[in-house]
């Protein structure tokens, strides 16, 4: 589906797994898609370690979902950009690229924008106790579940 991402880091991030269903029911594949957060500093981090001239992966954990076991990443895309809130709302940029189910969502610090959002199939699943955060080499624990945007090693 990608392009090899030239990239040595990635993006695992939760989203609540009804904004993803909204997203993928709204826009098409090639569409951008934003979601608030209130982790600035990660998401400013990962936007400078990936540059402007690079391309980077996101893995998305689908949150408040009633699914048990092992923590998995089921939803991919391709990162685009990250930029602050206007007074707690997406700025005109990427205010469009918002799934309706956010709607309701209250002030966010800031909004970063991926495109080519995809559910995985089951056997594309990525377990994140396989995944390691940016310059570590212990991987996460077997019961790890983010709860904000984290850079991660590459997966790929």
């Known amino acids: ?17 009804g904004h993803l269903l909204s997203a993928l029911s709204c826009f098409g594949l090639g569409d951008r898609v934003a979601f608030g957060s209130n982790a600035a500093m990660p998401l400013a981090t990962f936007k400078h370690l990936v540059g402007a001239d690079s391309t980077a992966d996101v893995l998305i954990y689908a949150s408040e979902t009633p699914v048990k076991g092992v923590p998995r990443a089921t939803y991919r895309a391709r990162w685009v950009d990250y930029m602050g809130a206007v007074g707690g709302k997406a700025p005109a940029s990427c205010a469009a690229f918002r ?58």
């Open 99 to 156: 799934p309706p189910s956010a709607a309701g969502d209250g002030a966010w610090d800031s909004f970063w924008i991926v495109t080519g959002l995809r559910k995985l199939e089951d056997a594309e699943f990525v377990d994140i106790k396989s995944l390691s955060g940016l310059k570590k080499r212990a991987r996460f624990a077997s019961n790890f579940v983010p709860l904000g945007p984290t850079i991660i090693n590459t997966p790929f």
């Open 1 to 17: 589906m990608f392009e090899e991402s030239n990239a040595h880091v990635a993006l695992l991030a939760p989203v609540p797994e």
